[in-house]
């Protein structure tokens, strides 16, 4: 099996902004987000969430898509605000609200 590398990355919904971070997380379980997910090179892409508070972790066995991950505008929302890298792959104080696996 091929190494995979890993994004954690930890912070919160922009205030204002939770009905558009409802709709693209709504808009991330559509086929034709898995198939954007499948072409960006992700393997595993995790949303977990309290309130605004949120912790992100991806997955893909390229180095390279980790950080242009960041800037790929249609997976990845300008109201996510950064506060510091995440710590874990699975945060245990905020509940899972979307998961992705490539099959």
Known sequence: MAQEFVGRWSG?????AEAAHDQFVAQ???PAS?????RASITEYAIYQDGRA??????SEKPSIIA??????????S???FSQPGAVDMPQNKPLVF???RD
């Open 79 to 81: 109201f996510w605000e």
């Open 54 to 59: 949120l912790d992100i972790v991806f997955k």
């Open 99 to 101: 998961h992705w696996t």
């Open 68 to 77: 242009g991950f960041l800037r790929n505008k249609r997976l990845w929302p």
């Open 12 to 16: 919160e919904v922009a205030e204002g």
């Open 34 to 38: 898995a198939d954007l997910l499948r």
């Open 28 to 30: 991330l379980r559509t």
